[in-house]
């Protein structure tokens, strides 16, 4: 019972996993799609229509949003964050897989568990404290370079 049980779960991690990267996939597709077809139907009605319109609709798709480049604190902070992040869910595992098996307990893999969790821990809280460290650097540099 207990296998059929983790086959289950499995199946169903897996199968949600794959629902929802279909749907990101199928939202995206469908939004280009819809894009297109507009285009079509302006272009099939023969209306007089602004050149600058008319470019910027055909121009849009060709040149994907610009985001502002990101500060050395963030992009460290966000690194760290999931590298912590990673350790914290598999200790988390680990130390379940560790309690729940039918054998009994398994202290190794509650140890493991609780190392990664803490290593886990460990990380991410370093990425903060650095994090806030260099984002009061990049906020005295900014100040420094303002005032000059």
């Given at each position: 019972?207990g ?6 779960a ?15 996939i ?11 077809e ?5 272009l099939?009605k023969?209306?007089d ?6 470019e910027?609709?055909?121009e ?38 560790g ?22 821990y ?13 984002r ?10 303002d005032?000059?």
């Open positions: 019972m296998n059929a049980a983790f086959s289950l499995g199946f169903g991690f897996w199968l949600a996993v794959a629902i929802i990267v279909s749907a990101v199928w939202s995206v597709v469908r939004s280009r799609q819809m894009k297109h507009l285009k079509l139907k302006i099939e023969g209306q229509l602004d050149p600058a319109l008319l910027r609709l055909l849009a798709e060709a040149r994907p949003a610009q985001l502002p480049p990101k500060s050395v604190a963030d992009q460290n902070r966000e690194t760290g964050g999931t590298i912590g992040f990673i350790f914290l869910v598999a200790g988390l595992m680990f130390a379940f897989v309690m729940i098996r039918e054998a009994g307990l398994s202290w190794p893999l509650i140890g493991l568990g609780i190392f990664s969790f803490a290593f886990g460990l990380c991410w809280h370093n990425t903060m404290r650095e994090y806030v460290a260099l009061a650097e990049e906020k005295a540099a900014a100040a420094r370079q005032q000059a």
